[in-house]
Every structure is written in structure tokens, then in C-alpha cells.
């Protein structure tokens, strides 16, 4: 079974600073594909940055990006330039998507909270 | 916002009683999926739906089910609440087939069983 572990609780960084959130999971699996959520006050969970396991290129979005190192089967995220809006829950999810039968599901960590302070 | 909205947003509710919750779908998208977040954790795989058929579960009890209807809206049924029931319950959507796909999440449900 997969499992995906994030070992940081809670984080704080100073605005137009950077800081790195922590992942690793667990999985016997080659393909796949790893997220990072976002989840403000708001609840709703929002997409920051996709992996696919098979790209060795990590994934940028603007600030946010990723160090995939697969044999490590780590999955770091990294804020540059954090803003106030940035202060959130961020959860590191993995998926294996079955295609024979359509099924899919995430696997999330248990996340970490991230304060951004002016 | 991203097309996936849930209802009710708030939720109290006695143990031993059902509840429903609903979920309408993201355009064009033919697959929902349901979580559970109990406080402080990540969400948890309920189950999923496809062409109204469920075709994955997670370790849920039977009394966790759900209903999927041709316009993709969903619902989420739970019988006979317990106290653990209370958590964030996460409705997301998909289209499968799509390689690589992501969910699209709703604002979720808060329910408190007492």
C-alpha cells in the first residue's frame, strides 16, 4: 500500500522569503503521479503543482516548484518569493491512476501548515 | 473557483441519524469522487463513481454509499452517524481517460454528528 508522510507540522517564513515544504511516500509502483494541494480557510482544495513519475524534469508553476527525486521517493515543494496569500494547509498527495477500470485516488499526506508573516 | 460545488456547507447532525450530502459536478467532467478529513488529517478515499456505477472504494463501512445521476451531480449517504463521522467531507471531480488527470475539488461539507 502507498503511503505519502509530510514530517513538518507547521512552518512559518517571512513574506518575499523562501521555504521548502518536505514529502516522501512509500510505493512499489514506477508510474505515477504526485501533487501539491493548497488548502486555504476557504477549505477548498486547490492544485499548486503536478509531477508525472516518469518526467525527470521537475515541475514549475511561477514561484512554486518541485525537487522529484524518485529513487528517494521524495517530493519536496518549494515557495519562492512566499506571499501573505500563500498562508495555507499544503498537502502532498500521490496517485496511481488505474486505467483498466477507471478508478483513481489520491493518497495525501497529513499536511503542513504554512504561515506566511509580514 | 473551480466549478465543483457542494451543499449543505454547514452540518449538525444526532448519532444514530443519516445524512446526504451533495455535490454538483464540474462541466464535463464524468467522474466524482468523495473524502473524508477528520480534523488535522489529509482527506481519505470514500469512493468513486463512474457513469453512475461505483468503481473503487476506499476502507469505508457499507453504511458509507452514494449515488451518482446522469447530470454528474452526486450524493454522499451515511447511515446510522457516529461520532467519528464528524470531519470535512471532500466531493471531487474528473474526467477519466484523461492520462494524468487531476480532481477538481469542492468547498466541502462540514458535519458534526453529536
Known amino acids: 500500500a502507498q503511503t505519502v508522510t509530510q514530517s513538518q507540522p507547521e512552518m512559518s517564513v517571512q513574506e518575499a522569503e523562501t521555504v521548502t515544504l518536505s514529502c516522501t511516500y512509500d510505493?512499489?509502483?514506477?508510474?505515477?503521479?504526485l501533487f501539491w494541494y493548497k488548502q486555504p480557510p476557504s477549505r477548498q482544495m486547490i492544485l499548486v503543482i503536478r509531477q508525472e513519475a516518469y518526467k525527470q524534469q521537475n515541475a514549475t508553476e511561477n514561484r512554486f516548484s518541485v525537487n522529484f527525486q524518485k529513487a528517494a521517493k521524495s517530493f519536496s515543494l518549494k515557495i519562492s518569493d512566499s506571499q501573505l496569500g500563500d498562508t495555507a494547509m499544503y498537502f502532498c498527495a500521490f496517485m496511481k491512476h488505474k486505467l483498466a477500470s477507471g478508478t483513481y485516488k489520491y493518497i495525501f499526506g497529513t499536511g503542513t501548515r504554512l504561515k506566511v508573516l509580514a | 473557483e473551480t466549478g465543483v460545488t457542494q451543499s449543505p456547507t454547514h452540518l449538525i447532525k444526532t448519532r444514530g441519524q443519516q445524512v446526504t450530502l451533495r455535490c454538483s459536478s464540474q462541466s464535463g467532467h464524468n467522474t466524482v469522487s468523495w473524502y473524508q478529513q477528520a480534523l488535522g488529517q489529509g482527506p481519505q478515499f470514500i469512493f468513486q463513481y463512474y457513469r453512475e456505477e461505483e468503481n473503487g472504494r476506499g476502507n469505508f463501512p457499507p453504511r458509507f454509499s452514494g449515488l451518482q445521476f446522469p447530470n454528474y451531480s452526486s450524493e454522499l449517504n451515511v447511515n446510522a452517524l457516529e461520532l467519528d463521522d464528524s470531519a470535512l467531507y471532500l466531493c471531487?471531480?474528473?474526467?477519466?481517460?484523461?492520462?494524468?488527470?487531476?480532481?477538481?475539488f469542492g468547498q466541502g461539507t462540514r458535519l458534526t454528528v453529536v
Open positions: 471531487a471531480s474528473s474526467l477519466v481517460w484523461s492520462r494524468g488527470t487531476e480532481a477538481f
Open positions: 510505493t512499489s509502483e514506477s508510474n505515477y503521479y
